[in-house]
């Protein structure tokens, strides 16, 4: 949209809590939303947005952005904020991270890791990222800010899990503190119950994965809840690598040796109802990627409606799902101009046709899409 455009979307129906508000009519003028008014409207050309709920930007709080094309499919399933999570050179993202038509991209540039680990040595990640002690930590730290990191992310993992390096917990802290004397979150990747406690206890902001070896355990969970961690639980992935990795016949040997711990997706599902129940904010993320080494791609855009689905199967309710991809990322991440269908804010929009409230899978009915200065990315005469 150019600065002077006016676009009405009439008889649309917003989130209001748990449920779905009356109609209203909704203006945008240019980049933001101008107005949200009980008062119907009658103007030419205006979308009838009867039937239809009108969100905010949908928001995958875990993805890898692998070049123009995966942007352009996350706009196309009505996503206009994306979180990547692991890039190997930050400045690839430069052209893209406020493109117009597609979405706004959050970075947190390479992640660290440790001497050894399949990250920097099978993954191609720089050997720089690999670090000794905290000093070294220290030093990353300032490295990504300055290349425009958004976030910092370390690799924490578990030393009882075969093939694995895994950073000290002293250098994940120093990670930590240099990470937070910058301003930045700091999230982990951690996808057992120990790297999660040694993520915990470092403390890191943000731990994105669930569990696959065991149930978080409900210390463990009060701890999280009230040091106000978040959790982007990945379903989506953590289903994907339990169908890939029970497959492998290694893995199927070293878990009867009592080597490997045995995967189950219950005990990520469980885990996400825990969190839901304690009050720890839970955020959508799909983990999408193109990578050859990880157990499963999740494709970009449309595995964020599978995740929803996952996370209400887990047992959030549709419209907890829902600020899981929305206001409660936003909130999260510090981006303040979008995540609520507000007058003043960015007209980052999606039209769906039907009630997620009452089927998250409805999500997946998208008529439009608005991404701040950019045009409905979808034809939109057919609603007029």
């Not at 993520?199 to 065991?214: K, R, S, W």
């Not at 890939?244 to 009867?256: D, E, G, P």
Request: with cysteine; glycine share 8%.
């Amino acid at each position: 949209m150019t600065p002077d455009t006016v676009t009405t979307i009439t008889n649309v129906r917003l989130l209001d809590g748990d449920s779905l508000g009356d109609e209203l009519t909704v203006v945008l003028n240019g980049s933001l939303i101008a107005s949200v008014s009980p008062a119907p409207v009658e103007v030419a050309d205006a979308i009838d947005g009867r039937g239809c709920v009108l969100l905010p930007g949908l928001i995958d709080s875990h993805l890898h952005v692998d070049g123009r094309a995966s942007l352009e499919a996350c706009a196309n399933w009505g996503l206009t904020t994306v979180v990547d999570l692991a890039v190997r050179d930050i400045r690839s993202l430069d052209p893209l991270r406020h493109a117009e038509g597609l979405p706004t991209v959050l970075t947190a540039g390479v992640p660290a890791s440790a001497p050894g680990g399949q990250h920097v040595k099978k993954m191609g990640f720089p050997p720089s990222s690999a670090l000794t002690d905290a000093a070294a930590a220290h030093r990353f730290v300032g490295e990504q800010v300055a290349a425009g990191a958004d976030l910092i992310k370390v690799i924490v993992e578990d030393p009882k899990v075969p093939g694995t390096k895994a950073l000290p917990a002293a250098v994940i802290a120093a990670v930590v503190t240099a990470a937070h004397d910058a301003g930045r979150l700091v999230v982990a990747h951690a996808v057992t119950t120990a790297s999660i406690t040694t993520a915990h206890e470092a403390g890191v902001d943000v731990i994105t994965h669930a569990p696959l070896n065991a149930d978080l355990a409900p210390d463990l969970i009060a701890s999280l809840a009230s040091h106000q961690v978040v959790l982007i639980p990945t379903l989506t992935m953590m289903r994907g690598a339990v169908a890939t990795l029970t497959k492998s016949k290694m893995l199927t040997v070293l878990s009867t040796l009592g080597i490997a711990p045995k995967l189950d997706y219950t005990h990520a599902e469980a885990s996400v109802a825990l969190a839901q129940s304690a009050g720890i904010t839970v955020l959508a993320g799909t983990d999408a990627n193109t990578e050859a080494l990880v157990p499963a791609r999740p494709p970009y855009g449309e595995s964020l409606h599978d995740e929803l689905a996952l996370l209400v199967a887990a047992g959030l309710s549709p419209a907890e799902a829902l600020r899981s991809a929305t206001a409660a990322p936003a909130q999260v991440f510090g981006l303040t101009d979008r995540g609520s269908v507000t007058p003043g804010l960015r007209a980052d929009l999606v039209l769906i046709e039907g009630d997620p409230t009452h089927d998250i899978t409805a999500t997946r009915n998208i008529r439009a899409t608005w991404i701040g200065t950019a045009p409905a990315l979808v034809d939109t005469r057919g609603l007029r």
